[in-house]
């Protein structure tokens, strides 16, 4: 089993930067992907980002691709979101995921989530 913890969320103005944080903990195992998915009041959730742990490979949706950065501490098995140039449209519950495989952009291939933290950006 693996557990997930989301931290980090918050309201900020437009143009401003936060940054979330999961920490995994139980035995995490596989191939393990960490993804970030986000989902906003009466729409479908998301993919933002996910990042391969042992090579740090990384992939981004294209509405967040040059303004987020998906990062991982091997040492505390934790997974970071830093969000910069944010923009109203970017509000949303943010939820962690973890893949045993190669879970990619598909949500159903993640098999563990976190609680979920509230990202607001006012205009």
């Known amino acids: 089993q693996v557990q997930l913890v989301e931290s980090g969320g918050g309201l900020v103005q437009a143009g401003g930067s936060l940054s979330i944080s999961c920490a995994a903990s139980?035995?995490?195992?596989?191939?393990?992907?960490m993804g970030w998915f986000r989902q906003a009041p009466g729409k479908e959730r998301e993919f933002v980002a996910y990042?391969?742990?042992?090579?740090?490979?990384?992939l981004y949706a294209d509405s967040v691709k040059g303004r987020f950065t998906i990062s991982r501490d091997d040492a505390k098995n934790t997974v970071y979101l830093q969000m910069n140039s944010l923009k109203p449209e970017d509000t949303a519950v943010y939820y962690c995921?973890?893949?045993?495989?190669?879970?990619?952009?598909?949500?159903?291939?993640?098999?563990?989530w976190g609680q979920g933290t509230q990202v607001t950006v006012s205009s």
């Open positions: 995921a973890y893949s045993k495989t190669l879970g990619g952009t598909i949500p159903t291939r993640y098999e563990y």
């Open positions: 139980g035995r995490p195992f596989g191939v393990r992907t």
């Open positions: 990042i391969i742990w042992s090579t740090a490979y990384s």
